[in-house]
């Protein structure tokens, strides 16, 4: 049971590239998340999704897009990297349908932005 | 009075001893306080959790004591050993329909052998 993977795990882009990072759950959870953790200030919220089809902001959602065409799958676009993006990003899913649901995180893709 | 906030930011206890990490919120809205455990490489994985109407939860080694009228919770870990070296995350979620959690900023823990 592979749980949440995440592709890659490793990534660097030239200012200005772009790249979409992939996560794919096995779990059949309703609901995906994206973060991004950065030194001294844990995780934070990119984007969600609480089902196929259907996407929403986080915390801080500029300069990334993400869509939800299949229910196993969230995806995270960059359209033009920054080097304020370079950062650790987890996807994270959860079953959803109740208050006390645990998410379940992947090993993040680590992005350096030059 | 969406943030959770978290101390120590790094933690070094010996081999045996008794490792405490706080939390502190303002929304009471909150339903559900999860603690996760990321080793480096690792993403976050969950420990531990506890709802608002209970005050203690234990596993194990591990224990979550919750304060509603103070509006924190800590983890404690008893009998700390050097493989529980890793970073702690407190969190806690918001009853919006989405499951979205806030979290804190982390503890890097240390336990000396």
């Known amino acids: 049971n592979a749980g949440v993977t995440q592709t890659p795990k490793f990534r660097v882009l030239k200012t200005g590239q772009s790249m979409t990072l992939l996560c794919a759950q096995d779990?059949?959870?309703?609901?995906m998340y994206w973060y991004r953790q950065d030194p001294g200030m844990g995780l934070r919220l990119i984007h969600y999704?609480?089902?196929?089809?259907?996407?929403a902001k986080g915390e801080v959602p500029d300069g990334y897009n993400v869509s939800r065409l299949k229910k196993q799958n969230f995806l995270l676009g960059l359209e033009s990297a920054a080097p304020s993006q370079t950062s650790v990003y987890f996807c994270?899913?959860?079953?959803?349908?109740?208050?006390?649901?645990?998410?379940?995180f992947g090993d993040g893709t680590r992005l350096s932005i030059l | 009075q969406q943030q959770v906030k978290q101390s120590p930011q790094s933690l070094i206890v010996q081999k045996g001893g008794i490792s405490i990490i706080n939390c502190a919120y303002e929304?009471?809205?909150?339903?559900?306080f999860p603690w996760y455990q990321q080793f480096p490489g690792k993403g976050p994985a969950l420990l531990i959790a506890i709802r608002p109407d209970v005050s203690e939860k234990k596993e194990g080694r591990f224990t979550i004591s919750f304060n509603k009228s103070a509006k924190q919770f800590s983890l404690h870990i008893m009998d700390s050993q050097p493989g529980d070296s890793a970073t702690y995350f407190c969190a806690a979620s918001i009853p919006s329909g989405t499951y979205k959690y806030i979290f804190g900023t982390g503890t890097r823990l240390k336990v000396l052998a």
């Open positions: 779990m059949n959870h309703e609901y």
């Open positions: 929304n009471t809205a909150f339903d559900y």
């Open positions: 994270a899913s959860s079953y959803g349908g109740g208050g006390n649901q645990p998410q379940h």
């Open positions: 999704s609480v089902g196929e089809g259907t996407t």
